[in-house]
């Protein structure tokens, strides 16, 4: 799934793991990972490549949403990939496709958006891999990114952000056609039987009638009470909530929105409300990001004192990553060591990306999708 976070993914996600051949697990965002890869040295050393298989079912571990009934074995891991081309993305996929062969699914997900940056690599590894391009007016997502702990806390820096992520995903679909399917979030929220059945038949699972109310999901009730972000993950959409950013965001904000995403509102058919003529210098950006840093540290104080586990849960996640850093650091004493983080410091932010697997009943015969 492609191409950021806070575009309906996990309300299309949730719904479709109502079909038994489905199954698309919470993501682990291995964007958060990928900063750490190069330290890793020449993959095609044994040594190297383990520690990384290590490192990522590490990752999985501490992720904040356990993938249930599921134990990865590193050595297992290693033993099934080590002759393949070796990548951390290859990595990651294969917990994924043991976790879906566990499920009798034959259809596996990811759900970690921000991989649209590595589709390059991802068809390289999977010739037969799908994406699921899920589109949001950029005023709604940019709101709600805003307001998101895992982003920034700027709608122009977001606004930017948005422009990066749809730019790639944009030509990806223009580029590979037959192999990306794009659908808008409003879309959904106003018909989801007929966007749900246009996904189903994309994949080539069958539709079923379950993925229509979401308060069955036990999954969905879970994580609604694990974080602010996901409270509403356990409800139908509200139809109400597509123009929710008229309220939230000022003239202004809604202004430099559409300065940066225009061309795009236009393609995906998004109606403007203002002319578009933001003046953005590098005078505004700098304030922007000072501006946001310093939101973002009394966000996180705020989500210590109003939501302690939330914030323990990414803490926990955040520490296991530094510790991975640290380490990897200690065997190059070429490179500058990490100073250890302040525990007040804030978590590094994560970013997001989507599969599909088709599988029978082993690894070796399954068929992706992003």
């Not at 920034?152 to 990066?164: C, I, Q, R, Y």
């Not at 002319?275 to 946001?292: D, L, N, Q, W, Y």
């Not at 109003?306 to 914030?311: K, Q």
């Given at each position: 799934?492609?191409?950021?976070?806070?575009?309906?993914?996990?309300?299309?996600?949730?719904?479709?793991?109502f079909?038994?051949?489905?199954?698309?697990?919470?993501?682990?965002?291995?964007?958060?990972?990928?900063?750490?890869?190069?330290?890793?040295?020449?993959?095609r050393?044994?040594?190297?490549?383990?520690?990384?298989?290590?490192?990522?079912?590490?990752?999985?571990?501490?992720?904040?949403?356990?993938?249930?009934?599921?134990?990865?074995?590193?050595?297992?891991?290693?033993?099934?990939?080590?002759?393949?081309?070796?990548?951390?993305?290859?990595?990651?996929?294969?917990?994924?496709?043991?976790?879906?062969?566990?499920?009798?699914?034959?259809?596996?997900?990811?759900?970690?958006?921000?991989?649209?940056?590595?589709?390059?690599?991802?068809?390289?590894?999977?010739?037969?891999?799908?994406?699921?391009?899920?589109?949001?007016?950029?005023?709604?997502?940019?709101?709600?990114?805003?307001?998101?702990?895992?982003?920034?806390?700027?709608?122009?820096?977001?606004?930017?952000?948005?422009?990066?992520?749809?730019?790639?995903?944009?030509?990806?679909?223009?580029?590979?056609?037959?192999?990306?399917l794009?659908?808008?979030?409003?879309?959904?929220?106003?018909?989801?039987?007929?966007?749900?059945?246009?996904i189903?038949?994309?994949?080539?699972?069958?539709?079923?009638?379950?993925?229509?109310?979401?308060?069955?999901?036990?999954?969905?009730?879970?994580?609604?009470?694990?974080?602010?972000?996901?409270?509403?993950?356990?409800?139908?959409?509200?139809?109400?909530?597509?123009?929710?950013?008229?309220?939230?965001?000022?003239?202004?904000?809604?202004?430099?929105?559409?300065?940066?995403?225009?061309?795009?509102?236009?393609?995906?058919?998004?109606?403007?409300?203002?002319?578009?003529?933001?003046?953005?210098?590098?005078?505004?950006?700098?304030?922007?990001?000072?501006?946001?840093?310093?939101?973002?540290?009394k966000?996180?104080?705020?989500?210590?004192?109003?939501?302690?586990?939330?914030?323990?849960?990414?803490?926990?996640?955040?520490?296991?990553?530094?510790?991975?850093?640290?380490?990897?650091?200690e065997?190059?004493p070429?490179?500058?060591?990490?100073?250890?983080a302040?525990?007040?410091?804030?978590?590094?932010?994560?970013?997001?990306?989507?599969?599909?697997?088709?599988?029978?009943?082993?690894?070796?015969?399954?068929r992706?999708?992003?």
């Open positions: 799934m492609i191409p950021l976070r806070r575009c309906g993914s996990h309300a299309l996600r949730l719904r479709l793991n079909n038994p051949d489905f199954y698309a697990p919470y993501p682990l965002h291995i964007v958060d990972f990928m900063p750490l890869v190069a330290l890793y040295g020449d993959l050393d044994d040594a190297a490549y383990f520690q990384m298989v290590v490192d990522v079912v590490g990752l999985q571990t501490v992720s904040m949403v356990k993938w249930p009934d599921v134990v990865f074995d590193p050595v297992e891991v290693f033993e099934t990939i080590k002759n393949e081309p070796r990548s951390v993305h290859r990595i990651v996929w294969e917990l994924l496709l043991q976790a879906g062969v566990k499920r009798g699914a034959t259809v596996v997900m990811d759900k970690s958006l921000d991989s649209v940056h590595y589709a390059a690599e991802l068809m390289k590894l999977f010739d037969d891999l799908l994406f699921l391009n899920v589109v949001r007016d950029p005023r709604a997502q940019v709101s709600s990114m805003n307001r998101a702990i895992i982003h920034d806390f700027d709608t122009l820096l977001n606004a930017a952000t948005w422009v990066k992520a749809y730019t790639v995903g944009r030509k990806l679909a223009d580029a590979y056609p037959d192999r990306v794009t659908i808008r979030y409003e879309d959904f929220v106003s018909n989801q039987e007929a966007v749900l059945r246009k189903c038949s994309f994949f080539g699972i069958t539709f079923t009638p379950d993925m229509l109310d979401i308060s069955r999901s036990q999954e969905a009730q879970k994580i609604s009470h694990m974080s602010a972000l996901w409270e509403s993950n356990w409800s139908a959409p509200i139809a109400a909530n597509v123009d929710k950013f008229k309220k939230a965001l000022t003239a202004e904000e809604i202004e430099i929105i559409e300065t940066l995403t225009g061309d795009f509102m236009d393609y995906y058919g998004y109606e403007r409300m203002a002319g578009g003529e933001a003046k953005i210098t590098p005078r505004v950006v700098a304030a922007a990001k000072k501006r946001s840093e310093a939101n973002k540290k966000a996180w104080a705020d989500l210590k004192n109003n939501d302690n586990r939330d914030y323990r849960l990414r803490r926990f996640r955040a520490d296991y990553l530094r510790m991975v850093k640290e380490r990897l650091l065997k190059d070429k490179r500058t060591r990490v100073k250890a302040d525990k007040t410091a804030e978590p590094p932010r994560a970013r997001k990306k989507t599969f599909v697997f088709k599988t029978p009943n082993d690894l070796s015969q399954c992706g999708g992003s």
